[in-house]
């Protein structure tokens, strides 16, 4: 279980550094998912308490929540990663906001994101709720922060839908995670045709 879940977690921060996990101090597995108390504000200011099953959860003061049943399930490659989707988390939380915008490198202007990453949320929201049938996780029109969380998860598992879809999203994070899943992806299909 250890190796499986810190191979998924070293994924992300391969070409950026273990300083990233900084504020990672802790991570509990719990065999199955597991319910987690809500409060959330609707637009009037009104507070809604509920329960909700989670598979995994990034907290704020540093601890990794993850459910054992749920890493299992997501090995295929499908777009579905519970270990980076929390791990995204936890970077976009680096600066002390969970925002859907991790601290930058200086190679990425501010402006950049936030034009490039705005025009792709607002399109894919838009299909989401045009009842479209997305390749990617409908879960990333939720918030910006889960945008990022889910687009992050098809960038290392979805590379070539992610970049046909939305190019300037991949290119972005291609930059940010100073990766290129993309070409190890092309190279893996490469190998398998031609066994």
Not at 8 to 27: E, F, H, K, M, T
Not at 34 to 52: K, R
Not at 81 to 97: P, R, Y
Request: glycine share 6%; proline share 6%.
């Amino acid at each position: 279980m250890r190796q499986v879940i810190a191979l998924q977690a070293c994924l992300p921060i391969l070409n950026l550094g273990i300083g990233w996990y900084d504020r990672l101090v802790s991570l509990v597995v719990y065999p199955e998912v597991f319910v987690s108390e809500v409060s959330e504000h609707d637009e009037f200011g009104v507070v809604h308490d509920y329960h909700e099953e989670r598979g995994g959860e990034a907290w704020d003061h540093g601890t990794l929540v993850l459910a054992w049943s749920e890493i299992e399930e997501n090995l295929e490659f499908d777009g579905h990663n519970v270990v980076i989707h929390e791990i995204a988390h936890t970077l976009d939380s680096a600066d002390g906001q969970t925002n859907g915008r991790p601290p930058l490198p200086a190679e990425i202007e501010p402006g950049r994101w936030q034009d490039d990453f705005l025009a792709a949320y607002d399109d894919f929201s838009a299909r989401v709720e045009a009842g479209e049938d997305t390749a990617i996780d409908p879960y990333a029109a939720e918030s910006p922060a889960e945008f990022f969380a889910v687009f992050t998860e098809a960038f290392f598992e979805l590379p070539d839908i992610l970049s046909d879809e939305y190019p300037n999203i991949y290119n972005i994070l291609s930059t940010f995670f100073k990766q290129d899943p993309l070409s190890r992806f092309s190279a893996a299909q490469a190998t398998i045709q031609s066994t």
